[in-house]
């Protein structure tokens, strides 16, 4: 069973920055898998944020975060991260790490039921 644990979340001013990590433990992520980072504000869905293609590193942004985000992956470490600048009343939301079989990647983001696995979650709160 893969247990992923995120980190990072807090609250910051508007225009701030904050880093969430993520650690996948029991060592099921491979290289033709997919991690990305999903939000959910109250009331809303949950929608996507961005992911990365373990194998290459290719990245895929929502619109929203396009410009302002960075994902990335420490594969030696198994740890996902997503660096969030310029942060925005409208980011806050509680933000959820996930993994997915490689073949999703391309629309994880429009399809959270094709995550495999979650995290529990970490807060972001933009004042």
């Known amino acids: 069973h893969v247990q992923l644990v995120e980190s990072g979340g807090g609250s910051v001013q508007a225009g701030g920055s904050l880093r969430l990590s993520c650690v996948a433990y029991y060592g099921w992520l491979h290289k033709r898998h997919c991690m990305g980072w999903f939000r959910q504000a109250p009331g809303k869905e949950r929608e996507g944020v961005a992911s990365?293609?373990?194998?290459?590193?290719?990245?895929r942004y929502a619109d929203s975060a396009k410009g302002r985000f960075t994902v990335s992956m420490d594969n030696d470490n198994d740890t996902l991260y997503l660096q969030m600048d310029s942060l925005k009343p409208e980011d806050t939301a509680m933000y959820y790490c996930a993994a997915a079989e490689g073949y999703a990647c391309a629309s994880l983001l429009r399809s959270p039921s094709r995550v495999n696995y979650w995290g529990q979650g970490t807060q972001v709160t933009v004042s």
């Open positions: 990365i293609y373990l194998d290459g590193g290719r990245t």
